[in-house]
């Protein structure tokens, strides 16, 4: 789980945002020793079904890993219950209970990844 909210910065540059000086600059460091200097932020409309908002994001090169990175500030600030068997964020807003249901795993990845860790058991 991420600590923070983040946005793309392929996003900001494909839609146009105005990324400003971040308030608090931020390292990210990876598992690697890979890290990212965090200085600049931008506001991003985000919209899931009924629920619309706008979020700071620190903006970062991501890759192929999505756009937007709702971290532990999103989730504290909206109170979001987070169901890992069925895969879901619920929360309130504006008086209405909003259901996300996230995205699943692609099927063969998941069973390849599951294989090959029962395998590994097996052989200790």
């Known amino acids: 789980m991420s600590c923070i909210n983040d946005v793309s910065s392929r996003l900001v540059s494909m ?9 608090c600059p931020y ?3 990876w598992v690697s020793t890979t890290s990212i200097k965090v200085n600049v932020r931008c506001l ?5 079904t009924t629920y619309k908002d706008k979020i700071w994001g ?3 090169t991501m890759g192929t890993m999505g756009h937007v990175i709702l971290g532990k500030p999103w ?4 109170d979001v219950t987070l169901r890992g068997k069925s895969n879901t964020c619920i929360f309130n807003h ?18 390849k990844i599951l294989s090959h860790h029962k395998g590994k058991r097996g052989s200790t």
């Open 15 to 23: 839609i146009g945002l105005e990324a400003v000086p971040h308030l």
């Open 27 to 29: 390292t990210i460091s």
């Open 44 to 48: 991003v409309s985000i919209q899931f």
């Open 58 to 60: 620190g903006v970062l």
């Open 75 to 78: 989730l504290f600030d909206l």
């Open 94 to 111: 504006s008086g209405q209970k909003i259901k996300l249901i996230l995205s699943q795993p692609k099927t063969g990845r998941t069973e």
